[in-house]
C-alpha cells in the first residue's frame, strides 16, 4: 500500500487487507454425504438417537413409529376427561360430515361413517399431532369423484365406481406413505399456499354449484329452502369459533341438531309422500373387508393410479398443514415425514375396510382443539362413537333428507373461500395472486387435475425465472462508512468514480451466464457513456459475490470470458466475498493462479476500493490522470 | 445505547446505527414493466434509438435487420481479397461436407450441396457474425436422420422421406425465428455446455458406429481400408488448426484433397467392377424449388414438427455458440434474437429451395476465422463455389467412392468427443458430470430427444433442488473487525456468546420454507444443547438477508410464524440487510409495524452485534446474568 494515501483514510493504520479463503478441503464422498443428508434428512431424525444404550435405543425407535406409547404410558385420568368431552364433540360433526362428504364423492353415504371408523382408530396409533381429527375431507371427495366420473357413472355402475374409489384410495396411501419413507415429503411443498387458496375456491365454486341444483330440485318442500340459508349462518360460525369460543359449543353441534331436527321433521310429516329425497335404509353393522373390491387391472387402472396420485397429494397437504398449524399454536413438534407414513398407511388400511380417502380436517381438528382435546385419544373416542352408531343408530337416518346433506356440503366448502388472504396476496405480492388466479380459473373451467398442474408449473416456472433473470444490482457507499449498498434502495450511497460496484443476486449457472454476460456489459457500456460526459475512465469492475450461493462449470466460464473481455477494455475485473463453493470452484478450475489473485480478490467491498484506490493514486502521481474521491473511514 | 458500553468499542463515539430503508415506491405497472424488459429485452436492443431523428432512426433499423448495409457500405477490396481466400477455403470443405452429411442425414448427396448454396447467401445479407460459415453439420444432420427414421424407411420411401425432411426444416426455421422475434432465447441456455459435451460424444459413437459397419462393408477393397486411418489423422489436423495456423493449409484442403484423389483412383481402377460403391450420377443445377414438398398433412405431421423443434434447438444453440465463440475472440458483438432470426428464416427459405437444416457449423467457421475471413462475404464467395459446382463440375463427383464419404463423418464426429472438457467438469463439478453422463449415456441407449430431455431436466431438477434446499451458514466474527463470514470457511472466526447469526443463501419461497422452518429450529435446538454445557443462554437469533434475493407471500409467513416461535423460546428475532424487493414486502405485510422495528432490523452484522450487545449489558448490569463478549472495532 501506498503510505502517501493514508493521510485519506481516518484511521488507516488498523487498515488490513483480509484474505478471501476457500473452506477446508472435504472429499467428494463426504460433501455427497452432507448433501443427501441436507437433502433428505433435514430435521436429523436420528440426532435423539445419538449415544444411547440399545435399549433406550429400542424404546426411542418403537415411539418414534408408534407416538401412542409416548403419550400413553403417562395417560391419565384428567386427560381422558379433556379427550371424551373433545371426541364426543367432533363425532358429532364427524357423523353428518361423513355421510355428506360421501354423497360428495359419488359413494354411498355410510362409506362416509365407515372412514370416520378405522382410519381414526390407527391415526390414534401412528400419528403424531395431538389436534387432528382424521376424517373424510371435503376436497379430497370432491376431488376423488369428479376424477373418477370421467370414465365411470356412479349412478349406472356403483358397485364399479365404489371399488375404483377404494382402489385410488390404496394408490393414494401407498404414494403418501412412500412420500415419507422415502423423505420426499417438500414434494408437497410445491402446493404452495397461494395455489391451495385459489384451488379451494374454485373447489367450493364447483361444489357449491352442484349442489345447488340439487337443493333447487325439491320443488314440493318450498318451506324447506328457508332452511339453507338459516344453516348457512349456523354452520358458518365453525370457522368463526376458532376465534370466538364463547359460540363454538352452538356451532360444533349445529351439524348434528340440523340433522336431528330435519330427521325428526321428515319423519313426522312423511317427507317422502312430499317428494322430499331421504337417505333411505343404510346397512347396519361395521366395515366390511374390502380387499376384494381392490382392482389392479383393467382399463381404468391408469385414472385410478391419477386420481390416488392427485388426492393422495390433496389429501396430504391438507393433513399435514392442519398438524403443522396446530402443532406451532400448542408449541410442539409433528414430523412431516412421519405424518405422511402415518396418513399412508392409515389410507391403505382403510381401502381394505370399505373406507375412501381420509385426512386430518381443519374444521373438525379445529373444533376438537377448541373443545379441549389433549392426545390423539380423542379421536379413538370419536371413533367408538361412530362404531356404536354403526351398530345401533343408524335406522335413526333414514328418514334424514338429503337436502340437509347438501347443506352441510355447501356451508362446509363456503369456508374454504378465503377472500381475505387472497387480497392479503394481490397486496404482497401479484405473481402470487396470478398463481392463485389461474388455480382459481383452472380448476373451474378445466380439470382439478389440470388447473392444479398449470399453477404449480407457473410457479416452478417463476422461480426458474428468478434464476434466468437474477438481479445485478449496483452498488455505492453509505457515507462516513465502510459499507456498499445498493445505490437504488439507499439514496444517500455515492459512487466511486472509476469503479463499477455490480451484486449478482443468484447463483451462476448455464441458466443465466448469456443474460449476466450481456447484463454486465451494458453496464460497463452505460457506465462509458456517463463517463465519457465526466471525462473520467473506469478502472475496476468489482462483483460482489456474497449473494452468489452456488456456481457450476458453466458459471466458471463465465468469469473466465468477463475477465477477457475486461481486459481488452483495459478494466481489471475484482471479485468480493465469494462464498464457501464459490471460491472452491474458481480456484479449482484456475490451476496456473492467473485468475484468482490477492489483487483481484477482496473480502469487503470496502477493502477492495481501499486497497485499489491506494494502488490507483500511487500509479496517478506519475500520470496525473484520474481524480479518484477516496470514502472516508 | 447505553453509554457504559462505550468503553468496550475503540472508537465507540463514530458508532452510528444506520437504518434499512426499502426502495423508493413504483407502481406495479412500473415495475411489471421493468421485469418484462429485463426478461425480453436484457441488451436493451433500442437504446442505440434513442434521441435520434427519424431518418437515422430508419438508416440504423435497416442496418439492424439486413447487417449487411452496415459493412457492405465500408466493403473494400482489400477486405474483398481476405473474403475471396477464406471463401473458397470454405468451400473446398462445404462441398465434401455437405455430400457426406446429408447421407448421415440419409438424404440424397445432392441436397447437402443444395444446402450449402442458398442459406450461405440468405446468412451473409441477415446475419451479425463475421466468422460464421454457414451449411450442414452433423449433428443436426444426424438427428434429422435418425429421428425421422423412426417412421419412414429413407431407402424405401426415399420421396416421402425428403419431404419429411424438408417440412421438418421448415418448422426448425420457423421455431428458430420464432424464438428470436418472441425473445425466448433463453430457451436455449437450458441446453448447457455439459450436456453438449455429452450429448455430441454419444452422438459422435452411434454416428461412428453406423459408418464403421459401411466401412467394413468393403470387402473386395481392402487397401482402401487403410485409408481410414490416415484421413483419420489427416483430417484430426482441423481441430488441432485452430491451435497451430502452420499447419492449417494442409488439415483444411485435407477432405478435397482425399475426395479428388480417391475419386481419381476410383476412376482409374474401375472400382464399381470390384465392388466399391460410389455415389453415382449426380443431378446438374442449381436448387430445384421445394414449396410443393412440404407436407402440412398426414400422419407423420406430428413427428416432423418434433424433428423441427428438436434440430432446431440443436443447430440454434451450436449457431449461437459458434456466433458467440468468435465474436469475442475478434471483439466484437452478435446479438443472440437477431441471429435467431437470421438463422431461422434461413432454414425457412431453405426448406422452400431443397434444402435441408442448416447452421454456423463449428470446425468450418473455425477455418474460416483462420483463413482470413473479415466479413460475411466469404459465405457469398462459398455460395458462387458450390453453385459453380451444382452447374458444372458434377459429373466428376460420380466416381467418389461412398467410403470417403464415412471417413468424412467419422473424422468429423471423433473430433466431437472432448474427453479434455469431461475431465474439467469431472474436476470442477460432479454434478454437472452426472448430467454430462447422463446425455451421453441417454442419447447411446435411448433417443436423441430422450437423452437431452432427461439431461435438461435433470439440471433444471438441480436448480429447483438448490431453491428447495438453500444453504445456511452460521456466521462468526472476524476478530478485530466488523466482518461476519461463514464459520465453516473462515476458521479464524470466532462465535458471539448469546447470538446465533445464520446467512440464508437463496430466495425465500413456497418450495422452501418448511425445509427452512425446520433447519432454523434445528440449529436454535444445538445451539442450545451447546449453551447448557457453557452456561449461557441464547438472546438473538439474528438472519443475515444480504443473498436472499426474493421472497414471496410463503416466505413473508415463515417471518411471521419464526418470529412467534422465538418468541416462545425467549429468543429475538433479528433481521439484517434485507434487499429491496424482500424489506418492501415485509413491510406491506406488516402493517400494524410488529414485525419491523428500528430494533430488530439493521444494516449490517456488524451493527446489530453492537447495538444489541450494548442493550444486553445494560440489562445484565441488574440481572447479573450474561458475560458477553462484544467484539472490538
Known amino acids: 500500500m501506498d503510505p502517501n494515501s493514508c493521510n485519506m483514510h481516518s484511521h488507516c493504520v488498523h487498515m488490513e487487507i483480509h484474505q478471501v479463503v476457500p473452506p477446508p ?163 408437497i411443498d410445491f402446493l404452495s399456499k397461494a395455489i391451495l387458496i385459489g384451488f379451494m375456491a374454485g373447489a367450493a365454486i364447483i361444489v357449491s354449484l352442484q349442489q345447488l341444483k340439487s337443493l333447487l ?31 363454538f359449543w352452538v356451532s360444533a353441534g349445529a351439524p348434528l341438531m340440523c340433522v336431528i331436527i330435519s330427521t325428526l321433521l321428515c319423519f313426522a310429516i312423511k317427507a317422502q309422500n312430499h317428494g322430499i329425497s331421504l337417505i333411505g335404509k343404510l346397512h347396519q353393522g361395521i366395515n366390511p373387508s374390502s380387499w376384494n373390491m ?72 379445529a ?21 356404536v352408531t354403526l351398530l345401533f343408530l343408524m335406522p335413526l337416518f333414514q328418514y334424514t333428507p338429503n337436502v340437509v346433506l347438501g347443506a352441510i356440503i355447501v356451508t362446509a366448502v363456503i369456508g374454504l373461500i378465503d377472500i381475505p388472504a387472497a387480497c392479503h396476496i394481490w397486496k404482497i405480492d401479484k405473481f402470487d395472486f396470478l398463481v392463485m388466479l389461474t388455480a382459481f380459473l383452472g380448476v373451474i373451467f378445466i380439470s382439478v387435475q389440470e388447473g392444479l398442474a398449470i399453477a404449480v408449473g407457473l410457479s416452478t416456472f417463476r422461480i426458474l425465472l428468478q434464476i434466468t433473470r437474477p438481479k445485478t444490482v449496483m452498488m455505492g457507499n453509505i457515507p462516513g462508512t465502510d459499507i456498499y449498498r445498493n445505490l437504488h434502495q439507499y439514496k444517500d450511497a455515492t459512487r466511486i468514480p472509476g469503479f463499477l460496484i455490480l451484486s ?6 448455464f441458466a443465466n451466464i448469456t443474460y449476466l454476460n450481456d447484463r454486465t ?37 463465465l468469469f473466465k470470458e468477463l475477465k477477457a473481455t475486461m481486459e481488452k477494455k483495459g478494466v481489471e475485473l475484482v471479485l468480493v466475498n465469494p462464498l464457501a463453493e464459490v471460491i472452491e470452484k474458481l480456484k479449482k478450475a484456475d490451476e496456473s493462479n492467473t485468475f484468482i489473485r490477492a489483487d483481484n480478490l477482496f473480502l469487503t467491498v470496502g477493502e477492495a476500493v481501499a486497497s485499489l484506490s491506494s494502488t490507483m493514486k500511487s500509479q496517478s502521481t506519475t500520470t496525473e490522470e484520474a481524480h479518484t474521491i477516496v470514502p472516508h473511514y
Open 367 to 387: 373444533v376438537n382443539n377448541n373443545a379441549g382435546a389433549k392426545t390423539a385419544a380423542s379421536n379413538i373416542v370419536m371413533s367408538v362413537t361412530v362404531m
Open 521 to 557: 456489459l451494458r453496464w460497463i457500456e452505460e457506465e462509458e457513456e456517463d463517463n465519457i460526459k465526466e471525462h473520467s475512465s473506469l478502472r475496476f469492475l468489482i462483483l460482489d459475490m456474497s449473494a452468489v450461493s452456488a456456481i457450476d462449470t458453466s458459471g466458471i466460464s
Open 504 to 509: 449478482i443476486e443468484a447463483p451462476i449457472n
Open 294 to 365: 381392490l382392482k389392479f387391472h383393467g382399463s381404468h387402472l391408469g385414472l385410478v393410479m391419477k386420481t390416488g396420485l392427485i388426492t393422495g397429494i390433496l389429501s396430504l397437504t391438507e393433513g399435514i398443514a392442519v398438524g403443522r398449524t396446530f402443532a406451532a399454536l400448542g408449541n410442539y413438534k409433528v414430523d412431516g415425514n412421519k405424518e405422511m407414513m402415518a396418513i399412508g398407511f392409515m389410507n391403505v388400511v382403510g381401502s381394505s375396510t370399505s373406507c375412501y380417502v381420509t385426512t386430518g380436517a381443519f374444521s373438525r381438528s
Open 25 to 187: 478441503h472435504k472429499s467428494t464422498l463426504h460433501k455427497l454425504n452432507v448433501r443427501l443428508k441436507e437433502t433428505f434428512f433435514p430435521d436429523d431424525p436420528l440426532r435423539q438417537f445419538k449415544g444411547k444404550s440399545l435399549k433406550t435405543k429400542i424404546i426411542l425407535g418403537a415411539k418414534y413409529f408408534f407416538p401412542i406409547l409416548q403419550w400413553g404410558s403417562n395417560y391419565s385420568f384428567k386427560l381422558f376427561k379433556s379427550d371424551l368431552v373433545s371426541g364426543l364433540t367432533i363425532a358429532s360433526l364427524a357423523i353428518p360430515q361423513g355421510i355428506s362428504y360421501a354423497k360428495l364423492a359419488n359413494l354411498p353415504p355410510i362409506v362416509g361413517l365407515y372412514s370416520s371408523f378405522v382410519p381414526p382408530l390407527i391415526y390414534a396409533v401412528l400419528g403424531s399431532s395431538r389436534d387432528l381429527a382424521v376424517g373424510p375431507v371435503s376436497i379430497a371427495s370432491l376431488v376423488l369423484g369428479s376424477m373418477l366420473r370421467q370414465e365411470v357413472s356412479p349412478s349406472q355402475e356403483p358397485v364399479l365406481f365404489l371399488q375404483l374409489a377404494l382402489t385410488s384410495t390404496f394408490f393414494a396411501g401407498l404414494f403418501q406413505a412412500s412420500l415419507g419413507i422415502l423423505r420426499l415429503g417438500f414434494i
Open 217 to 247: 330440485g325439491i320443488t314440493h318442500f318450498t318451506k324447506e329452502m328457508g332452511l339453507v340459508p338459516v344453516m348457512s349462518s349456523v354452520f358458518h360460525n365453525i370457522h368463526e369459533s376458532i376465534r370466538k369460543p364463547k359460540l
